[in-house]
Structure formats: C-alpha cells, structure tokens
C-alpha cells in the first residue's frame, strides 16, 4: 500500500511544478511586453526664435519735488497777513506773506537816523580836519562811530526783512502752516513752496546690482495710478554707500514732469536699462526646473528622444526669463508634458 501511494502522489507533485512554472513564464513574457517600456510620451513644442530684450532691474520708485522748502522764520512773530494765495505759481524772492514789524521798523528808523547822524559828524570831522582843526585821532574817531552806527541801521534792517516771509525758489505756493493772528516762532517751518516741473524718483537698488549702474543710465517709469503710460528719465545720483539695514544702493532718477502730472510721494515702477540685447533666448519661466540647488533645466526634442539641457538664467520679461546659456535658435523646446520628462526617453510631438 505504501509503494502504491507514493507513485500516485509524485506524478501530482510534478503536474503542480509544471502548472506553476508555466504561469510564472506566461507572467514574465507579459511583463517585458508591457507598454509602459515601449509606449512614448506624448509631448508638445515649440522652436526656439531669439528676440530683443531689454536687460532691466526693476524696482519701486517714490517721487520727490525736484526743489521742496519748507520756510521758517528767523525773526519770531505774530502773522500778520499772507499776500499770495495758497496754490499759486511764486517766482524765487516774491514775498509770501508778513510779520507784524512795529517794533522791528521802530528798531530800524532809529538806527538809521543815528547812522546819518553820525555819517554828517564824519563828514564835518573830515573837512575841519583838512584845515588842520582837529587832530588826525579825533577824525578816525568820528569815522569809526559812522561805520558803528552803519552797521547798527543794517542790522535793523536785516531784522526787518526777516518779518517777510519770502520764497527761496520759483514754484507753487503749496500751503501756509499758521493763519494770521498766530503766534510763528523762529526756525518753525511756516510755509511750503514746491518745484515740480521737474522730479526726482528715489530708488533702493539691491546691493548685487550696484556695480550695474551708472550716471546716466536710462530708465523707464510707469506711475502705479497710470499703469499705461511710461515716462523715461536718467540716473543723475548714485549713493557712495551700501544701507546697513537693507543692504540696498540709494539712486536717484531725475526726469521733465509736463503738466504735473507726478506728484511728491507717489509711488512708480521704475526699469533701469542694464542693456539691450538684439538675439536674446527667451522661454517661459515655468518650463525652467529647479533639478538641484545650483541646477536648472529644460527639455528639448532630439530625433525622438528628450533631452535635457542644463540652462544658466539672466535677466527677466514679464513671465519669461533669459536663457544665457544652454538653448540655441532652432532649438525644439517642450512646452507640454516636461515635468514628467527623464533624460533619453522616447517621446512624440502632438498638435
């Protein structure tokens, strides 16, 4: 019985190894015909083609009078009047407004009756000491005591013309900061008088851009309230120093401002021209991937086949960005389907 058992089952055994072996083989023929190694993706182009592009650094922008005064008084005194009204083209010198001046024209009228007082005594002195008179210490005397009392009536004079608020630049009488009847104090700025036919636009450049600018380099401004029209100025300013805080370079931007239409304190967009380059690659930034820390790539279509290009960036346009290095006119960049592109793979180009 035992001899005849074990022919039964050894028979069994080796028809289970053959079903086996013959499922794993069917398993293994199917495996290296699947699709997913033979299938090529499906991807989009387009030729490369160089442009004009101008090498910017863009920045922020804040407008400045081109000439801005607030003045103050150096006499202290009560307002008496403003002469010129407040929104008003002044010319440099024109009188804005007054002081009340009793005392200081009451100062000056004595000071002058003592100095031509003294000037006649001189020029009585002076005569009889030509006819040997007086004595040569009694002239210089009364010379002396008329440039003294001279002296005197301009510095009463002086302190007169103090009570005249007068403007220092030509320019529009913007605003007066004590109405009359008020106390103004000495040095306390009392009135505003701006010069905005011309501005200036301060800018913060990064510090890694300082050795890119120079006096004189073209820049194009696009206000924030008048997004479609762009104005064109120069560097006239470049900061001898690098901010502690922010580690940017002060510049400034001069330009003409026709019909005021900038006015102090808006803020602007400002493009400083590094360069302008007439056959510049330029390809959209998102078709640009981060591979490494210090690796950036595309992929180009090849015979078939993706190929990824190592790229080094430059400046930018919008959302397109430079490539410097490692695109060519010609070029068969993919546009779609490249993030799940890996170098030498079989691709196809789709419409």
């Known amino acids: 019985m035992k001899k005849r058992l074990n022919i039964v089952l050894i028979p069994s055994a080796l028809i289970i190894a053959l079903v086996c072996a013959s499922c794993g083989g069917g398993n293994a023929k199917e495996n290296s015909a699947s699709p997913s190694n033979t299938q090529a993706a499906n991807i989009k182009v387009s030729e490369v083609r160089p442009s004009v592009f101008e090498d910017a650094i863009s920045a922020t922008g804040i407008v400045k009078a081109y000439d801005d005064v607030k003045i103050s008084p150096e006499e202290g005194g009560v307002v008496k009047e403003w002469k010129v009204k407040k929104g008003s083209y002044v010319k440099a010198g024109t009188v804005l407004g007054t002081l009340k001046d009793d ?41 002396y005591n008329r440039d003294a009392a001279k002296a005197a009536a301009d510095a009463a004079r002086a302190r007169l013309e103090h009570a005249r608020i007068t403007s220092p630049i030509s320019g529009v009488f913007d605003n007066y900061f004590a109405e009359a009847g008020e106390m103004a104090p000495p040095g306390v700025p009392i009135a505003h008088v701006v010069n905005a036919s011309a501005v200036k636009i301060n800018v913060d450049i990064p510090e890694r851009h300082a050795a890119d600018i120079r006096q004189g380099t073209r820049v194009f401004i696009t206000p924030d309230i008048y997004p479609n029209d762009t104005l064109q100025g120069s560097v006239s300013f470049i900061g001898a120093t690098i901010s502690q805080s922010n580690r940017t370079l002060p510049v400034e931007i001069t330009l003409s401002n026709p019909g005021m239409k900038l006015k102090p304190e808006m803020v602007t967009r400002v493009r400083l021209i590094r360069s302008i380059k007439p056959h510049a690659i330029l390809v959209d930034e998102s078709l640009v991937q981060q591979a490494d820390r210090n690796k950036k790539v595309v992929f180009v279509e090849r015979n078939g086949k993706a190929e990824e290009r190592v790229v080094r960036t430059g400046g930018r346009r919008g959302a397109e960005i430079e490539i410097v290095d490692g695109l060519s006119a010609g070029d068969r960049l993919v546009t779609v389907g490249y993030n799940k592109l890996v170098n030498g793979q079989q691709v196809q180009v789709t419409r």
Request: net charge negative; proline share 0%.
């Open 103 to 143: 005392l200081l024209q009451a100062g000056y009228d004595a000071a002058n009756a003592q100095y031509r007082l003294a000037e006649l005594n001189f020029e009585k002195q002076k005569s009889v000491y030509g006819e040997q008179g007086i004595s040569e210490l009694q002239m210089k005397s009364s010379e």
